[in-house]
T-cell receptor, first 111, second 110 residues
Framework: DAGITQSPRHKVTETGTPVTLRCHQTENHRYMYWYRQDPGHGLRLIHYSYGVKDTDKGEVSDGYSVSRSKTEDFLLTLESATSSQTSVYFC??????????FGQGTRLTVV | GQQVMQIPQYQHVQEGEDFTTYCNSS?????IQWYKQRPGGHPVFLIQ?????EVKKQKRLTFQFGEAKKNSSLHITATQTTDVGTYFCAGPGSNYKLTFGKGTLLTVNP
């Protein structure tokens, strides 16, 4: 979806380093989500936001934090990257929590 | 917490055959959504169903929402190679969450 941009698209990082992924939207959507996708696990919710500065944990939030200081941006931080966090990360947005429009994804490798 | 389960996990068909994937929720849903993810791509929103017993069609795709609003199905008639991908259902949960099933990977043999 053209209005949702994830950066970076690919990243290789070392174990123990902090990593921040950015999701930027131009849709003025209220809801934003971070999911990770791993083989056999589908899309698992990490954190989500239902408004500026309003965030909550998903099902796999350990080791991750988020911030949303303005409508357009939702940042996902891996506080100290581990190999188990190697994954594809998707940001999604929606006008309500009954729809989700996804970004292109970020492929993160932790070595 | 809410769980959304999909079956089958994988389905391989010959081109021209029909395909169906099923979605079941542990709780009653206000609505259910379906998404498609092509290999190497990102999930794309297909449709939302809201009413009990609702049936919607998009060309060869038929979506159905169960009477109890706890299950749904996606049926593809006469599959084509362009239908290849993973199909996900998703339902809204508590506190604005959006929970996805694990998806059904469809492969089509030409």
């Amino acid at each position: 979806d053209a209005g949702i941009t994830q950066s970076p698209r690919h990243k290789v990082t070392e174990t123990g380093t902090p990593v921040t992924l950015r999701c930027h939207q131009t849709e003025n959507h209220r809801y934003m989500y971070w999911y990770r996708q791993d083989p056999g696990h589908g899309l698992r919710l990490i954190h989500y936001s239902y408004g500026v500065k309003d965030t909550d944990k998903g099902e796999v939030s350990d080791g991750y934090s988020v911030s949303r200081s303005k409508t357009e941006d939702f940042l996902l931080t891996l506080e100290s990257a581990t190999s188990s966090q190697t994954s594809v990360y998707f940001c999604a947005t929606g006008r309500t929590n009954t729809e989700a429009f996804f970004g292109q994804g970020t492929r993160l490798t932790v070595v | 917490g809410q769980q959304v389960m999909q079956i089958p996990q994988y389905q391989h068909v010959q081109e021209g055959e029909d395909f169906t994937t099923y979605c079941n929720s542990s709780t009653t849903l206000s609505n259910i959504q379906w998404y498609k993810q092509r290999p190497g791509g990102h999930p794309v929103f297909l449709i939302q169903l809201v009413k009990s017993g609702e049936v919607k069609k998009q060309k060869r795709l038929t979506f159905q929402f169960g009477e109890a609003k706890k299950n749904s199905s996606l049926h593809i008639t006469a599959t084509q190679t362009t239908d290849v991908g993973t199909y996900f259902c998703a339902g809204p949960g508590s506190n604005y969450k959006l929970t996805f099933g694990k998806g059904t990977l469809l492969t089509v043999n030409p």
